[in-house]
């Protein structure tokens, strides 16, 4: 089942799947209005006070988990377990509970070395008034983001018999492109799945990507939205597999062999300019891969394979032809060409980040959130702060800015500091 040509027109144009009536600073979805984990907004502190900008609000009742903060219409949207339940919550821009939706039971690994990382995973995607969460244990939930009413639902590890239970359970939050929803299943026959955003209804199933490594199927990153070689593209992973698949009937268009040494690839690609930078922890590090057309199809040849950078699962961001992020293994916050992968800069740290206005917002894994200015020739702090302990776990839920604010989670306490410059 395919679109009608206008519906395709139309996500070409809006390939930023923002909600149609967001304002023009709200972070709707995971890595933003763009998808790209960069803000568009301007006016904002260029460097901070001595005990870091100020905190507007706390917010507290999330439970545990590692989901960053959508924000859409005034309302901001996270996801947490508790309870022994999974929920997605509402909260206004005072740090009011508006609603809480219930969205399943809770993650539980088979595995001991993985069951400490317990909690949500994915952040929830805000699309024309709908919340769609997809819960650590593979319910996809549409919920009306006014009520929190549930609209539909589909159990996609339960319909798509999915091999095993992804070993850190489901993680990936929904792609939008129009009336489109795409997402991951790893089923026994069915890598991912384009649904009608409306109804839930099926619009196709994939095959089955090939290149699973070890006991595990599943990558963990979302997917990315690309136009290349006359192709509409989702661009994502298995634990073995970078590959690109047709957004228009999920045919698998190119693959190139990637994995580490834990087979999870939980960082999401880049895409700029004809090319994919692709990113993996535990030694793995960074590739980047040309694609271009040939034989009515897609090629993917390698430009370079190195050992720099092999982020974990903090992310990445591109700005001005250098990518920035943490390597894992490779130690520290790092930047990079991205055309060439040279090392520009190295230093100390380890953690997830964010962009807004030349600015990076750098939130170590210990409980630091920096600012630095994102430059070619070394990283340079304008400021500082711990950020309080929410809950037990590591600091990894990624930072967001949005309308002056700059949201982070821990645990069980959401923190709102205002960035906004005087």
């Keep these: ?93 005072s740090g009011k509970l508006l609603w809480e939706k219930a969205a399943g039971g809770v993650w539980d690994a088979k595995r001991a070395h993985a069951r400490q990382y317990s909690g949500s995973r994915a952040t929830p995607t805000v699309n024309q008034g709908v919340v769609y969460y997809l819960s650590d244990l593979g319910r996809l939930l549409a919920l009306d983001a006014k009520t929190g009413a549930e609209k539909w639902s589909l159990n996609l590890a339960e319909k798509y018999k999915a091999e095993e239970m992804p070993m850190y359970g489901f993680s990936e939050s929904p792609l939008i492109v129009g009336n489109r929803l795409y997402v991951s299943v790893y089923g026994d026959k069915t890598t991912a799945v384009c649904l009608d955003k409306n109804t839930g209804s099926v619009i196709w199933e994939s095959e089955r990507v090939a290149g699973g490594t070890g006991d595990s199927y599943a990558g963990y990153a979302s997917f990315v939205y690309a136009e290349n070689s006359g192709f ?24 190139v062999p990637f994995n580490n040494s834990r087979n999870n690839n939980c960082t999401d690609v880049i895409y700029h300019d004809g090319q994919v930078f692709a990113s993996s922890g535990y030694g793995r590090g960074s590739i980047l891969v040309k694609l271009s057309a040939k034989d009515g199809g897609v090629h993917a040849e390698k430009v370079y394979d190195i050992k720099l950078m092999d982020n974990h699962h903090g992310g990445l961001i591109l700005h001005d032809g250098r990518v920035y992020g943490a390597g894992h293994n490779a130690k520290g916050w790092f930047c990079i060409d991205f055309k060439t992968g040279r090392q520009l800069w190295n230093a100390p740290g380890k953690g997830s980040m964010t962009f807004a206005e030349g600015m990076l917002y750098m939130y170590d894994e210990g409980g630091m959130m920096t600012l630095a200015r994102a430059a070619a020739d070394k990283l340079t702090p304008a400021g500082s702060f711990r950020v309080p302990e929410g809950g037990k776990g590591a600091y990894w839920a990624r930072p967001v800015v949005s309308n002056g604010v700059l949201y982070v989670r821990h645990a069980d306490n959401m923190y709102a500091y205002d960035v906004k410059g005087k």
Aim: hydrophobic share 45%; with cysteine; proline share 3%.
């Design 1 to 93: 089942m395919i679109l009608k040509s206008k519906t395709l027109c139309a996500a070409a144009i809006i390939v930023t799947v923002a909600v149609l009536t967001a304002v023009a600073g709200d972070w709707p979805n995971w890595h933003g209005p763009d998808w790209n984990n960069k803000s568009k907004e301007t006016g904002l502190l260029k460097e901070w006070p001595k005990d870091g900008p100020k905190l507007l609000w706390t917010a507290k009742g999330m439970g545990e988990g590692y989901s960053s903060v959508s924000v859409a219409g005034g309302v901001i949207y996270t996801a947490g377990a508790k309870n022994k339940a999974n929920y997605v919550f509402a909260f206004d821009q």
């Design 232 to 255: 509409k593209q989702l661009i994502a992973f298995t634990s073995g597999n970078l590959y690109g698949m047709n957004a228009d009937n999920g045919k698998v268009l190119w693959t």
